[in-house]
């Protein structure tokens, strides 16, 4: 079992930055992927941004350039650093983790909110 658990979200006006980390514990493998979701009001989940325990990164279109994903593999953490926010960004961001870029485990999701 994978235990995730986010923090950072929080209420920002458009042009805005945030940034969201996620710790993981439990069964850590030492090659893994982890990475964000998010899911809007009426909305199917998305994916956001990935990263392997190698650093190699995927990016939806529509954050690329504007959202950095990183991770600390000591601390098994992932971050999303968000710049130049949206009101279509507002949405439930999720992490999650899995041995591969399909996750596993999902955190309990953290609100981001973006006032125009």
């Known amino acids: 079992q994978v235990q995730l658990v986010e923090s950072g979200g929080g209420l920002v006006q458009a042009g805005g930055s945030l940034r969201l980390s996620c710790a993981a514990s439990?069964?850590?493998?030492?090659?893994?992927?982890m990475g964000w979701y998010r899911q809007a009001p009426g909305k199917e989940r998305e994916s956001v941004a990935l990263i392997t325990s190698g650093d190699r990164t995927i990016y939806a279109d529509s954050v690329k350039g504007r959202f950095t994903i990183s991770r600390d593999n000591a601390k098994n953490t992932v971050f999303l650093q968000m710049n130049s926010l949206k009101p279509e960004d507002t949405a439930v961001y999720y992490c999650v983790y899995g041995l591969t870029y399909r996750p596993e485990y999902w955190g309990q999701g953290t609100q981001v909110t973006v006032s125009s």
């Open positions: 439990g069964s850590i493998f030492s090659i893994n992927a």
